[in-house]
């Protein structure tokens, strides 16, 4: 079957609301990225901004690999196109889907650090990387 990866770094993620649409699909681990963009919450779920500005910051995350019919249902929680624009990122498993935004978001959200909700597991994985962990478990 023809998979692709996707990061997650909100609702989808463990644990929390709409991760039952990856029921069918293998986490593969957690992992950070680095780059330009930026974490917002927007209330009861965040976004990843891409900046154009050089400004670069971490967001911490999971991958998944899913299938194609998953990815749809991702679009459409996602609002892809429409809302969300779905651009591809590397990570530890190759390269994979995430979610993102316009900077225009930036101006009415709430900047985060680094992780939205972090469960236990992800907690001391941030502990881990930023203390001299290899960023992919």
């Known amino acids: ?17 709409n991760h039952a649409a990856l029921r069918d699909s293998t986490f593969l681990g957690r992992c ?4 330009q963009h930026k974490l917002i919450s927007m209330g009861y779920y965040p976004g990843v901004v891409r900046l154009s500005n050089g400004e670069t910051n971490r967001v911490y995350g999971e991958v998944y690999s899913v299938t194609p019919e998953v990815l749809a249902v991702l679009d459409m929680i996602e609002g892809h ?3 969300y624009t779905r651009i591809k990122i590397r990570t530890p498993w190759k390269n994979a889907w995430i979610y993102t935004l316009d900077e ?10 680094k992780v939205w909700m972090p469960s236990d597991a992800e907690t001391a994985y941030m502990q881990e990387v930023e203390y001299g962990g290899t960023g992919a478990v």
């Open 81 to 83: 196109p429409d809302f």
């Open 104 to 113: 225009s978001f930036l101006q009415e959200h709430t900047v985060l650090e």
């Open 32 to 35: 950070y990225l680095d780059g």
């Open 1 to 17: 079957m023809n998979k692709t990866r996707v990061f997650v770094y909100g609702t989808l993620k463990a644990g929390n609301g």
